[in-house]
């Protein structure tokens, strides 16, 4: 292969400089004073960028002998690609995305790439991608509707926030499923960055945030419930009112005040305690259910200690 040599033994190689841009190349030797730009690999378009990754590839192995086992590589067209990282966002695996079922969280196959890409750089933000798949995933299981039978006891203040993150992931399938699968991927990513960190939050928020599921609180800590619940989500609203999580964190607790409110109503207004699974400060005092007049009144309901 023949190659050209500029002063400062700055090699360049035939085919990768018969595509570059003529105007674009700063003779080193004939230029004028002043601020020199080099071209960039990138401008002598994909298929100069994949030649000149296989030869380093190449070089590599012949450095390293047979100790360096190269991985196989699988090029895919970009719009399939695209299709497939759509795909992910909304938790549905495919042959680039595969689900470790154990854990709920997608893992990009290595190899993977498009013409004009390196299977490391692609691999690196894929992996982007998959992690909003995997919070998506584990926010979905986290929040799937209880069966309300016998065994059922974290209380209706659970269940309405659950129906919150169930709003929040119906909003975010939805920004998903209108994505046009005409965008490249670069676009994609900067359009879903902000929502990853959503995502990420609020998995952090149910302490499945982790690579290990649960390990952000431990089976000594489970998630709270009832009253305990609201002052949680109350506290964080206070600790996030200045960043871009305090709308969805309003959001939240709004909803999961409604039981709450609902309890408030009915004992404040029609001496009625609706509390089926004890999760508020106040309770009837049975001892006092067959009295009658101002005692009973006075005595028939009690704060409630756990």
């Not at 965008?183 to 982790?210: A, D, H, T």
Request: hydrophobic share 40%; with cysteine.
């Amino acid at each position: 292969m023949n190659v050209i040599y500029f002063p400062g033994n700055i090699i360049f190689f035939n085919y990768l400089f018969e595509m570059i841009d003529f105007r674009k190349i700063i003779f080193l030797s004939h230029s004028p004073p002043g601020k020199k730009e080099k071209p960039y690999l990138t401008e002598a378009g994909r298929e100069a960028f994949d030649k000149f990754h296989q030869l380093r590839v190449g070089q590599l192995q012949l450095i390293s002998g047979t100790l360096l086992q190269p991985t196989p590589v699988i090029l895919l067209k970009e719009s399939e690609l695209v299709q497939y990282v759509l795909n992910v966002l909304i938790g549905v695996a495919s042959m680039t995305f595969l689900l470790n079922e154990s854990l709920q969280a997608f893992v990009v196959k290595q190899g993977v790439y498009i013409s004009g890409t390196s299977p490391e750089s692609m691999y690196n933000l894929l992996s982007e991608l998959a992690e909003n798949g995997t919070y998506y995933t584990r926010l979905s299981h986290f929040s799937l509707q209880p069966i309300l039978d016998s065994t059922y006891n974290k209380g209706l203040v659970f269940q309405a926030f659950t129906s919150g993150l169930r709003k929040y992931l119906q909003y975010y399938r939805a920004c998903v499923l209108s994505t046009p699968s005409s965008l490249s991927l670069l676009p994609i990513v900067f359009l879903f960055r902000k929502l990853g960190r959503q995502l990420r939050y609020l998995s952090e928020l149910c302490g499945i945030g982790s690579g290990i599921l649960g390990i952000n609180r431990g089976s000594s800590s489970p998630f709270p419930t009832g009253v305990k619940l609201l002052s949680y989500l109350y506290k964080e609203a206070l600790n996030n009112c200045s960043n871009e999580h305090y709308p969805v964190l309003l959001s939240l607790l709004k909803s999961s005040c409604e039981p709450y409110t609902r309890f408030v109503y009915d004992w404040v207004y029609s001496g009625i305690c609706r509390d089926a699974y004890g999760e508020f400060m106040i309770q009837v005092n049975e001892d006092y259910l067959n009295f009658r007049g101002k005692v009973k009144e006075v005595k028939r309901f009690i704060m409630y200690q756990k």
